[in-house]
Protein backbone atom coordinates (compact mmCIF):
# COMPACT_ATOMS: atom_id res chain seq x y z
CA UNK A 1 0.00 0.00 0.00
CA UNK A 2 1.09 3.26 -1.29
CA UNK A 3 0.58 6.96 0.47
CA UNK A 4 -0.66 8.04 -3.11
CA UNK A 5 -3.14 5.50 -3.41
CA UNK A 6 -4.08 6.27 -0.03
CA UNK A 7 -4.48 9.65 -1.00
CA UNK A 8 -6.32 9.04 -3.85
CA UNK A 9 -8.45 6.42 -2.38
CA UNK A 10 -9.79 9.58 0.22
CA UNK A 11 -10.61 12.06 -2.43
CA UNK A 12 -12.69 9.68 -3.66
CA UNK A 13 -14.45 9.49 -0.45
CA UNK A 14 -14.46 13.09 -0.60
CA UNK A 15 -15.54 13.79 -3.50
CA UNK A 16 -18.04 11.01 -3.93
CA UNK A 17 -16.97 9.98 -7.48
CA UNK A 18 -13.95 9.19 -9.60
CA UNK A 19 -14.30 11.80 -12.11
CA UNK A 20 -14.10 14.55 -9.53
CA UNK A 21 -11.47 13.02 -7.40
CA UNK A 22 -9.48 12.49 -10.19
CA UNK A 23 -9.66 16.78 -11.07
CA UNK A 24 -8.34 17.18 -7.31
CA UNK A 25 -5.29 14.52 -7.11
CA UNK A 26 -4.63 15.83 -11.00
CA UNK A 27 -4.47 12.36 -13.09
CA UNK A 28 -6.67 11.24 -15.81
CA UNK A 29 -9.88 8.85 -14.52
CA UNK A 30 -8.65 5.65 -16.04
CA UNK A 31 -5.38 6.07 -13.88
CA UNK A 32 -7.08 7.07 -10.59
CA UNK A 33 -9.43 3.82 -11.10
CA UNK A 34 -6.21 1.67 -11.90
CA UNK A 35 -4.75 3.02 -8.60
CA UNK A 36 -7.96 2.51 -6.23
CA UNK A 37 -8.06 -1.17 -8.05
CA UNK A 38 -4.78 -1.87 -6.97
CA UNK A 39 -4.90 -0.90 -3.17
CA UNK A 40 -8.55 -2.91 -2.92
CA UNK A 41 -6.45 -5.93 -4.30
CA UNK A 42 -3.54 -5.14 -1.66
CA UNK A 43 -6.02 -4.45 1.05
CA UNK A 44 -7.98 -7.89 0.15
CA UNK A 45 -11.37 -5.60 0.18
CA UNK A 46 -13.79 -3.62 -1.85
CA UNK A 47 -13.65 -0.10 -0.81
CA UNK A 48 -16.25 1.51 -2.68
CA UNK A 49 -19.99 0.44 -3.87
CA UNK A 50 -19.65 2.11 -7.81
CA UNK A 51 -23.30 3.73 -8.54
CA UNK A 52 -22.88 4.94 -11.99
CA UNK A 53 -21.02 8.26 -12.04
CA UNK A 54 -20.96 8.00 -7.71
CA UNK A 55 -19.51 5.82 -5.66
CA UNK A 56 -20.10 5.25 -1.95
CA UNK A 57 -18.48 3.58 0.80
CA UNK A 58 -18.56 -0.13 1.54
CA UNK A 59 -18.66 -1.43 5.62
CA UNK A 60 -14.51 -1.69 4.69
CA UNK A 61 -14.11 1.63 3.10
CA UNK A 62 -15.99 3.09 6.39
CA UNK A 63 -13.12 1.61 8.99
CA UNK A 64 -10.29 2.70 6.37
CA UNK A 65 -11.00 5.83 5.86
CA UNK A 66 -10.25 7.26 9.51
CA UNK A 67 -7.14 5.16 10.19
CA UNK A 68 -6.05 6.53 6.74
CA UNK A 69 -6.29 9.89 7.75
CA UNK A 70 -4.08 9.61 10.00
CA UNK A 71 -1.40 7.91 8.04
CA UNK A 72 -1.48 10.87 5.62
CA UNK A 73 -1.37 13.21 8.50
CA UNK A 74 1.46 11.11 9.92
CA UNK A 75 3.15 11.28 7.06
CA UNK A 76 3.12 15.20 6.20
CA UNK A 77 4.46 15.28 9.84
CA UNK A 78 7.30 13.23 9.60
CA UNK A 79 8.39 14.92 5.92
CA UNK A 80 7.68 18.67 7.47
CA UNK A 81 10.04 17.15 10.71
CA UNK A 82 12.47 16.06 7.69
CA UNK A 83 12.84 19.55 6.23
CA UNK A 84 12.49 23.42 7.49
CA UNK A 85 11.22 22.70 11.20
CA UNK A 86 11.53 25.83 12.68
CA UNK A 87 10.52 27.94 9.57
CA UNK A 88 6.82 26.95 9.03
CA UNK A 89 6.96 28.87 5.81
CA UNK A 90 3.93 27.10 3.91
CA UNK A 91 1.54 24.34 4.81
CA UNK A 92 -1.90 25.04 6.43
CA UNK A 93 -3.05 24.13 10.03
CA UNK A 94 -6.45 22.26 10.88
CA UNK A 95 -8.43 23.68 14.00
CA UNK A 96 -12.07 22.68 14.77
CA UNK A 97 -13.77 24.73 17.52
CA UNK A 98 -16.95 25.09 19.68
CA UNK A 99 -18.99 27.21 17.78
CA UNK A 100 -19.49 29.68 20.57
CA UNK A 101 -15.58 29.84 20.86
CA UNK A 102 -14.77 30.81 17.48
CA UNK A 103 -14.63 34.32 17.45
CA UNK A 104 -13.22 34.65 21.29
CA UNK A 105 -10.48 33.95 22.13
CA UNK A 106 -9.89 31.68 18.64
CA UNK A 107 -10.27 35.07 15.96
CA UNK A 108 -7.83 36.58 18.02
CA UNK A 109 -4.80 33.29 18.03
CA UNK A 110 -5.50 32.89 14.30
CA UNK A 111 -4.76 36.28 13.79
CA UNK A 112 -1.76 36.62 15.62
CA UNK A 113 -0.41 32.97 13.95
CA UNK A 114 -1.09 34.20 10.57
CA UNK A 115 0.98 37.95 11.16
CA UNK A 116 3.81 35.77 12.26
CA UNK A 117 3.38 32.78 9.55
CA UNK A 118 1.93 34.49 6.26
CA UNK A 119 2.52 31.28 4.34
CA UNK A 120 0.62 29.03 6.00
CA UNK A 121 -3.01 28.52 5.53
CA UNK A 122 -5.64 27.86 8.84
CA UNK A 123 -9.24 25.89 8.50
CA UNK A 124 -11.32 26.61 11.05
CA UNK A 125 -14.46 24.14 11.43
CA UNK A 126 -17.29 24.49 13.73
CA UNK A 127 -18.37 22.37 16.00
CA UNK A 128 -21.25 22.02 18.64
CA UNK A 129 -21.40 19.06 20.47
CA UNK A 130 -17.43 19.09 22.63
CA UNK A 131 -17.36 15.03 22.63
CA UNK A 132 -17.83 15.30 18.83
CA UNK A 133 -15.26 17.68 19.08
CA UNK A 134 -12.77 15.34 21.08
CA UNK A 135 -13.88 12.64 18.89
CA UNK A 136 -12.04 14.50 15.69
CA UNK A 137 -8.80 15.38 17.24
CA UNK A 138 -8.17 12.06 18.26
CA UNK A 139 -9.12 10.67 15.00
CA UNK A 140 -7.24 13.12 13.06
CA UNK A 141 -9.18 14.97 11.01
CA UNK A 142 -8.01 17.94 12.94
CA UNK A 143 -4.60 18.78 14.56
CA UNK A 144 -6.15 21.03 17.47
CA UNK A 145 -9.43 21.19 18.98
CA UNK A 146 -10.67 24.22 21.06
CA UNK A 147 -13.62 23.71 23.56
CA UNK A 148 -13.84 23.49 27.18
CA UNK A 149 -11.87 21.52 28.88
CA UNK A 150 -11.82 19.80 32.32
CA UNK A 151 -8.00 19.08 33.77
CA UNK A 152 -7.84 15.98 32.00
CA UNK A 153 -9.61 14.98 28.42
CA UNK A 154 -8.66 11.10 28.18
CA UNK A 155 -6.09 10.47 25.35
CA UNK A 156 -5.70 14.25 24.84
CA UNK A 157 -2.94 16.97 26.08
CA UNK A 158 -4.55 19.96 27.21
CA UNK A 159 -3.39 23.35 26.55
CA UNK A 160 -5.55 25.91 28.67
CA UNK A 161 -6.36 29.01 27.08
CA UNK A 162 -8.93 31.23 29.05
CA UNK A 163 -11.39 30.48 31.88
CA UNK A 164 -14.31 32.47 31.00
CA UNK A 165 -17.29 33.19 33.46
CA UNK A 166 -21.16 32.62 32.39
CA UNK A 167 -23.63 35.24 32.98
CA UNK A 168 -27.15 35.39 33.33
CA UNK A 169 -29.26 37.33 30.29
CA UNK A 170 -32.26 37.94 30.84
CA UNK A 171 -35.01 39.97 28.30
CA UNK A 172 -35.02 43.69 28.36
CA UNK A 173 -36.68 45.42 31.24
CA UNK A 174 -36.38 42.55 33.44
CA UNK A 175 -35.77 43.31 37.13
CA UNK A 176 -33.30 41.96 39.23
CA UNK A 177 -31.44 42.52 42.59
CA UNK A 178 -29.62 45.59 42.70
CA UNK A 179 -26.20 43.74 43.35
CA UNK A 180 -26.97 42.40 39.66
CA UNK A 181 -25.52 38.73 41.47
CA UNK A 182 -28.82 36.06 41.08
CA UNK A 183 -28.58 32.69 43.05
CA UNK A 184 -28.49 30.00 40.69
CA UNK A 185 -31.20 28.52 42.01
CA UNK A 186 -33.24 31.10 40.77
CA UNK A 187 -32.73 29.55 37.03
CA UNK A 188 -35.44 27.24 38.42
CA UNK A 189 -38.06 29.80 38.44
CA UNK A 190 -36.62 31.34 34.68
CA UNK A 191 -38.41 31.13 31.27
CA UNK A 192 -35.08 29.69 29.40
CA UNK A 193 -33.40 29.35 26.22
CA UNK A 194 -30.75 27.27 25.18
CA UNK A 195 -29.28 24.45 22.67
CA UNK A 196 -30.05 20.80 22.40
CA UNK A 197 -28.83 18.17 25.31
CA UNK A 198 -25.69 17.05 24.28
CA UNK A 199 -23.79 20.73 23.70
CA UNK A 200 -21.84 22.83 26.17
CA UNK A 201 -23.64 25.55 26.48
CA UNK A 202 -27.00 23.10 27.64
CA UNK A 203 -24.51 20.71 30.03
CA UNK A 204 -23.16 23.86 31.73
CA UNK A 205 -27.41 24.84 32.22
CA UNK A 206 -27.63 21.42 33.02
CA UNK A 207 -24.97 21.27 35.49
CA UNK A 208 -25.38 24.42 37.32
CA UNK A 209 -28.95 23.33 37.94
CA UNK A 210 -28.72 19.99 38.91
CA UNK A 211 -25.74 21.34 41.83
CA UNK A 212 -28.36 23.84 43.07
CA UNK A 213 -31.54 21.20 43.38
CA UNK A 214 -33.95 22.85 40.77
CA UNK A 215 -35.16 21.86 37.71
CA UNK A 216 -34.40 24.04 34.41
CA UNK A 217 -37.91 25.36 32.61
CA UNK A 218 -36.71 25.35 29.02
CA UNK A 219 -39.04 27.58 26.95
CA UNK A 220 -36.99 27.73 23.17
CA UNK A 221 -34.26 24.97 22.70
CA UNK A 222 -32.57 25.83 19.33
CA UNK A 223 -29.28 24.61 17.77
CA UNK A 224 -28.19 27.59 16.26
CA UNK A 225 -26.57 29.11 19.28
CA UNK A 226 -25.81 32.87 17.21
CA UNK A 227 -29.69 33.19 18.18
CA UNK A 228 -29.87 32.42 22.07
CA UNK A 229 -28.72 36.32 22.42
CA UNK A 230 -31.02 37.78 20.24
CA UNK A 231 -34.07 35.69 21.58
CA UNK A 232 -33.46 37.01 24.50
CA UNK A 233 -33.43 40.52 23.24
CA UNK A 234 -36.67 39.72 21.85
CA UNK A 235 -37.98 38.74 25.02
CA UNK A 236 -38.20 35.16 24.58
CA UNK A 237 -36.91 33.89 27.70
CA UNK A 238 -33.54 34.44 29.70
CA UNK A 239 -30.19 32.10 28.85
CA UNK A 240 -26.83 31.39 30.24
CA UNK A 241 -24.25 33.44 28.02
CA UNK A 242 -20.30 33.12 28.03
CA UNK A 243 -19.14 36.69 29.38
CA UNK A 244 -17.91 37.81 25.78
CA UNK A 245 -21.79 36.87 24.03
CA UNK A 246 -23.56 38.36 27.20
CA UNK A 247 -21.68 41.86 27.20
CA UNK A 248 -22.69 41.97 23.37
CA UNK A 249 -26.40 41.10 24.49
CA UNK A 250 -26.26 43.43 26.94
CA UNK A 251 -25.55 45.81 24.23
CA UNK A 252 -28.14 45.37 22.19
CA UNK A 253 -30.80 46.05 25.42
CA UNK A 254 -30.51 42.41 27.43
CA UNK A 255 -30.28 42.74 31.59
CA UNK A 256 -26.99 41.00 32.60
CA UNK A 257 -26.59 39.63 35.82
CA UNK A 258 -23.36 37.52 37.42
CA UNK A 259 -24.57 33.69 39.26
CA UNK A 260 -24.26 33.85 42.83
CA UNK A 261 -22.32 31.47 43.35
CA UNK A 262 -19.94 32.59 39.93
CA UNK A 263 -20.36 29.89 36.89
CA UNK A 264 -17.29 29.71 35.12
CA UNK A 265 -16.03 27.48 32.23
CA UNK A 266 -12.71 26.53 31.43
CA UNK A 267 -11.43 26.74 27.50
CA UNK A 268 -8.28 25.49 26.29
CA UNK A 269 -7.19 23.68 23.08
CA UNK A 270 -6.41 19.89 22.83
CA UNK A 271 -4.51 17.89 20.56
CA UNK A 272 -3.36 14.47 20.11
CA UNK A 273 -0.19 13.07 22.87
CA UNK A 274 2.07 12.73 19.34
CA UNK A 275 4.08 15.49 17.95
CA UNK A 276 2.46 18.01 16.19
CA UNK A 277 2.94 19.20 12.83
CA UNK A 278 5.32 22.35 12.28
CA UNK A 279 2.07 24.86 11.62
CA UNK A 280 -0.13 23.42 14.56
CA UNK A 281 3.33 23.35 16.96
CA UNK A 282 3.72 27.18 16.23
CA UNK A 283 0.10 28.09 16.81
CA UNK A 284 -0.14 26.47 20.19
CA UNK A 285 2.21 29.25 22.06
CA UNK A 286 0.42 32.15 20.41
CA UNK A 287 -2.59 31.66 22.59
CA UNK A 288 -2.78 33.12 26.16
CA UNK A 289 -2.54 31.05 28.88
CA UNK A 290 -4.60 31.49 32.10
CA UNK A 291 -2.37 32.67 34.92
CA UNK A 292 -0.76 30.00 35.94
CA UNK A 293 -1.41 27.56 33.72
CA UNK A 294 0.59 25.83 31.15
CA UNK A 295 0.08 22.37 29.05
CA UNK A 296 -1.23 19.48 30.89
CA UNK A 297 0.40 15.87 29.68
CA UNK A 298 -2.42 13.84 28.03
CA UNK A 299 -3.73 10.86 30.55
CA UNK A 300 -5.00 7.65 29.41
CA UNK A 301 -6.05 6.56 26.04
CA UNK A 302 -9.63 6.46 26.06
Request: hydrophobic share 45%.
Amino acid sequence: MELRQVEHALAVADTGGFTAAADEVHLTQPALSQSIAALERDLGVTLFHRLGRRVALTPAGEAFVGPARQLLRAARTARSAAGEVAEVRAGHVDVVSLRTLAVDPLVEVVGRFRAAHPGVAVRVTAQDDRSALFAQVRRGDAELGLAEVGAEVPGLAVRPVATQEVLLVAPPGTRLARSRRVPVARLGSLDLVTSPVGTSTRALLDDACAAAGVEPRVVVETAHRDTLGPLVVAGAGSALLAAPQARQAEADGAVVARLDPPLRRRVGFVHRPDALAPGAAALLPLAPSPAGEGPSPARGRG
